[in-house]
Each structure stands twice: as C-alpha cells, then as structure tokens.
C-alpha cells in the first residue's frame, strides 16, 4: 500500500526549531519529487519548500529562505524538513507529496501521492 506520513510536528517558543519527516510506503521516495506545503488558520494553504526528483533543483520560498532547509534520507526512505528560528506566523498544518514527475510550489493535489498532515504551533 502506497501512502505517506508526516511527523515531527509540535508546539515550539519564536526561535526554536522542529524537524519534520515525510516517510514514504510503497514506493521508493528518493526518485521523487518532494513538496511541502503549510496551510495557516485563516490562509490558503502555500507551497514552502520543493525538491526535485534529481535533486538537481530546490525551491524555498521567500517566507522560510535561509530557515528551512529539505534533505533526504534515503536509507529511510524519509524527507525531512529542518526548521530553524521558528516565527508564529510559521504556525500550520504542513503536507508533504511527492510525485515522479510534477514538481512546484504551486498545488499539493498536482502530486500523486501526500499525507494528512501534522500541525506546528509557534507561541510563547
């Protein structure tokens, strides 16, 4: 059965630092294109980081640049999201997808496959 699985999410302080894992079943994620995408309370949701399947190409947006950086883990078969100086206007729910050849920022249903999410809250 193919899926994935997002984790890592929580409840950080302003500065601090969260790693996210999307961890794939079913197929072999390091051929694929990985997207994350945050929805904030009250926003549309946003595409934030995006790796391609060669990994010869990285998006961030200009929201996370410089915070967050995406990884792979292939042995695990696991991308992760490094979150760094956690702001709340970081706070959402983030997906991860993956697809073998869509890859963007722009809409999480272009890939085939992603998660149901896990929540971040930035607050002291």
């Known amino acids: 059965q193919v899926h994935i699985v997002e984790s890592g999410g929580g409840l950080v302080q302003p500065g601090g630092s969260l790693r996210l894992s999307c961890a794939a079943s079913?197929?072999?994620?390091?051929?694929?294109?990985v997207g994350w995408f945050r929805q904030a309370p009250g926003k549309e949701r946003e595409g934030i980081v995006c790796?391609?399947?060669?990994?010869?190409?990285?998006y961030y947006a200009d929201s996370v640049k410089g915070r967050f950086t995406i990884s792979r883990d292939n042995a695990k078969n696991t991308v992760y999201l490094q979150m760094d100086g956690l702001k709340p206007e970081d706070t959402g729910i983030y997906y991860c997808?993956?697809?073998?050849?869509?890859?963007?920022?722009?809409?999480?249903?272009?890939?085939?496959?992603y998660g149901q999410g896990t929540q971040v809250t930035v607050s002291s």
């Open positions: 997808a993956a697809d073998r050849e869509y890859w963007g920022p722009y809409e999480l249903s272009e890939y085939n496959y």
């Open positions: 079913g197929f072999k994620l390091d051929i694929y294109a």
């Open positions: 790796i391609s399947g060669s990994d010869s190409q990285i």
